[in-house]
């Protein structure tokens, strides 16, 4: 997904497909974010957008309502996506310098996610403060997007989603309500001379983007592997500055009305041995699993 809102003069992106053959230059976009133009002339400024998520290894109960998780006993974590693309910001830093600010939305626990992430190597943090994460990806796009709005950043990042909800939306909905350019699910960045070219993986082969700055990326799994905090990068954490700010959310556009747990899978069937089995497991797999 390119993301790029229209009617507004910005000769700025480029895509090629298998490294080789130019698909399209685009010359429309409407650009919100103050302009920063980055041309590798002064430090970098990288804004990561992070977000709370429950461990993946986390045993998922259904909370008594039906229609949310039970996280009284869960562990919370960054949400992987973005430890790769803050690993990515990092890199960026040591390579071109420049800072690290993390921006995050969520309660007050939300804090423990925003001193890994300066462990990790960001410099700043920004912790936009609500009662709980919305679970409109809108709601959430609007919050960060309105506390962008006129910040000077180059690069923007994001995981390409969250491990939670899979919803893959708040990135690209906040670069286009900021009216720039989003690269979505890259497993390269190279940022020299004023761009960054990003790099996409698709079947049979790979996208490459070149664009100018101010511009938002999201990351995949292949982006970078993420670095471990030592114990004092965890010390040093504490002495960073977070700026903490109460965010009041738009009304959400989605409502949750049930949430499930997967059917149990059915056993299994053992139909008989060698080649005389197949016409019996053909059958099955057209007329009861409906897969042929």
Same mark, same amino acid.
């Given at each position: %997904?390119?993301?790029?809102?229209?009617?507004?003069?910005?000769?700025?992106?480029?895509?090629?497909?298998?490294?080789?053959? %130019?698909?399209?230059?685009?010359?429309?976009?409407?650009?919100?974010?103050?302009?920063?133009?980055?041309?590798?002339?002064?430090?970098?400024?990288?804004? @990561?957008?992070?977000?709370?998520?429950?461990?993946?290894?986390?045993?998922?109960?259904?909370?008594?309502?039906?229609?949310?998780?039970?996280?009284?006993?869960?562990?919370?974590?960054?949400?992987?996506?973005?430890?790769?693309?803050?690993?990515?910001?990092?890199?960026?830093?040591?390579?071109?310098?420049?800072?690290?600010?993390?921006?995050?939305?969520?309660p007050e626990k939300t804090t423990q996610v925003i001193m890994k992430a300066l462990a990790l190597?960001? &410099?700043?943090?920004?912790?936009?403060?609500?009662?709980?994460?919305?679970?409109?990806?809108?709601? /959430?796009?609007?919050?960060?997007?309105?506390?962008?709005?006129?910040?000077?950043?180059?690069?923007?990042?994001?995981?390409?989603?969250?491990?939670?909800?899979?919803?893959?939306? @708040?990135?690209? %909905?906040?670069a286009e309500l900021l009216g720039i350019p989003c690269i979505t699910q890259i497993v390269k960045?190279?940022?020299?001379?004023?761009?960054?070219?990003?790099?996409?993986?698709?079947?049979?082969?790979?996208?490459?983007?070149?664009?100018?700055?101010? *511009?938002?990326?999201?990351?995949?799994?292949?982006?970078? /592997?993420?670095?471990?905090?030592?114990?004092?990068?965890?010390?040093? *954490?504490?002495?960073?500055?977070? /700026?903490?700010? &109460?965010?009041?959310?738009?009304?959400?556009?989605?409502?949750?009305?049930?949430?499930?747990?997967?059917?149990?899978?059915?056993?299994?069937?053992?139909?008989?041995?060698? @080649?005389?089995?197949?016409p019996t497991l053909v059958k099955l797999l057209h007329e009861e699993a409906k897969v042929i």
């Amino acid at each position: %997904m390119i993301s790029l809102l229209s009617r507004k003069e910005f000769p700025a992106l480029t895509v090629y497909h298998n490294q080789y053959q %130019m698909i399209s230059r685009t010359r429309e976009s409407l650009c919100i974010a103050r302009i920063s133009r980055w041309e590798g002339r002064r430090p970098l400024k990288v804004v @990561v957008c992070v977000r709370r998520v429950p461990d993946t290894a986390a045993r998922i109960r259904i909370a008594s309502d039906g229609k949310s998780i039970d996280t009284s006993d869960a562990e919370f974590v960054i949400n992987p996506y973005e430890e790769y693309a803050l690993e990515q910001a990092v890199q960026l830093k040591e390579k071109l310098g420049g800072d690290v600010t993390v921006v995050t939305l969520g309660p007050e626990k939300t804090t423990q996610v925003i001193m890994k992430a300066l462990a990790l190597g960001a &410099d700043k943090a920004v912790h936009l403060k609500s009662d709980k994460t919305p679970e409109d990806p809108g709601s /959430i796009a609007r919050a960060l997007a309105n506390e962008l709005k006129g910040s000077e950043f180059d690069v923007l990042l994001f995981g390409k989603k969250g491990v939670d909800d899979d919803n893959q939306q @708040v990135g690209p %909905m906040v670069a286009e309500l900021l009216g720039i350019p989003c690269i979505t699910q890259i497993v390269k960045l190279d940022v020299s001379d004023g761009r960054g070219v990003a790099h996409r993986e698709v079947e049979g082969g790979s996208i490459t983007v070149e664009t100018t700055f101010p *511009a938002a990326f999201t990351a995949e799994k292949d982006l970078t /592997i993420p670095r471990y905090a030592s114990l004092r990068e965890l010390v040093a *954490a504490r002495k960073k500055p977070i /700026i903490v700010k &109460d965010v009041q959310l738009t009304a959400s556009s989605l409502e949750i009305v049930s949430v499930q747990n997967p059917p149990p899978r059915p056993p299994g069937k053992i139909v008989g041995k060698g @080649v005389d089995a197949v016409p019996t497991l053909v059958k099955l797999l057209h007329e009861e699993a409906k897969v042929i």
